[in-house]
T-cell receptor, first 112, second 114 residues
Framework: SQQGEEDPQALSIQEGENATMNCSYK?????LQWYRQNSGRGLVHLIL?????REKHSGRLRVTLDTSKKSSSLLITASRAADTASYFC????????????FGEGTQLTVNP | GAGVSQTPSNKVTEKGKYVELRCDPI?????LYWYRQSLGQGPEFLIY????????DSGLPNDRFFAVRPEGSVSTLKIQRTERGDSAVYLC????????????FGPGTRLTVL
C-alpha cells in the first residue's frame, strides 16, 4: 500500500512559473526523497532530505520537510518545458533496509 | 560510470507462462531492490537484497514471485504462471550501502501478460 499522498495529482503551468508539489506520509521516517519520472520508465533521483533537516536546496529545487505534520513540499523555480514529468516523493522508514514507500505522484506539465 | 541496467526493456507473454527479468546494479553496490509500478501509480516495494541474501521479501505479492542474487551482483526476478494482473513496469534499484541512502533506478522492464 502507498504511504504517501501527493497533491495536486496534476499541475499545469507556463514556462518561467514556479511549481509546488506537496507530499504527506503516515509513519516516522529516516529521510524523504523526491524522484522524477519521464514517460513511465526509470526514476531519476532529485534530492534527499533527512528527518532532522527542515529545508534543502539543489539548483532550482527547494524541498521542505515538516516532521510534526508529516509533510514535505517540492518547489521548482523558473520552470522549463523539460521539467514536464511525474514527480514522486518516497519515504525511507525506520525499518531496516531503506525500502522506499512512494506516493502516487504529481504529473507536472510545463507549457512553453 | 554505468548506471543500473535492466533486460529486457519490454516483455510480452501469455497468461500462465514463466518469465525472468534481469537487473545489473551499479558496480560495487551491495544493496539491490525490486519495485513494481502499475499504470498511474507510484512504485511498490517487492524485495530487497543485501549482498546475496534477501533481507526483506515482504513485498512479494504471492509465491509465484521469486528473486535471486546468487553472486551478490546481478539479480533475477522470476514470475511463475503469470497472470494478467502481473502486467506492470518492474523497476530495479541499487544503493551503495552503507555509504548513501540514495537508490539509483534502472529504466525498468515493461511486462505485458496477454
Amino acid at each position: 500500500s502507498q504511504q504517501g499522498e501527493e497533491d495536486p495529482q496534476a499541475l499545469s503551468i507556463q514556462e518561467g512559473e514556479n511549481a509546488t508539489m506537496n507530499c504527506s506520509y503516515k509513519t516516522s521516517i529516516n529521510n524523504l526523497q523526491w524522484y522524477r519520472q519521464n514517460s513511465g520508465r526509470g526514476l531519476v533521483h532529485l534530492i534527499l532530505i533527512r528527518s532532522n533537516e527542515r529545508e534543502k536546496h539543489s539548483g532550482r529545487l527547494r524541498v521542505t520537510l515538516d516532521t510534526s505534520k508529516k509533510s514535505s513540499s517540492l518547489l521548482i523555480t523558473a520552470s522549463r518545458a523539460a521539467d514536464t514529468a511525474s514527480y514522486f516523493c518516497a519515504t525511507d522508514g525506520l525499518s531496516s533496509g531503506s525500502r522506499l514507500t512512494f506516493g502516487e505522484g504529481t504529473q507536472l506539465t510545463v507549457n512553453p | 560510470g554505468a548506471g543500473v541496467s535492466q533486460t529486457p526493456s519490454n516483455k510480452v507473454t501469455e497468461k500462465g507462462k514463466y518469465v525472468e527479468l534481469r537487473c545489473d546494479p551499479i558496480s560495487g553496490h551491495t544493496a539491490l531492490y525490486w519495485y513494481r509500478q502499475s499504470l498511474g501509480q507510484g512504485p511498490e516495494f517487492l524485495i530487497y537484497f543485501q549482498g546475496t541474501g534477501a533481507a526483506d521479501d515482504s513485498g512479494l505479492p504471492n509465491d509465484r514471485f521469486f528473486a535471486v542474487r546468487p553472486e551478490g551482483s546481478v539479480s533475477t526476478l522470476k514470475i511463475q504462471r503469470t497472470e494478467r494482473g502481473d502486467s506492470a513496469v518492474y523497476l530495479c534499484a541499487s544503493r551503495d550501502s552503507p555509504n548513501t541512502d540514495t537508490q539509483y533506478f534502472g529504466p525498468g522492464t515493461r511486462l505485458t501478460v496477454l
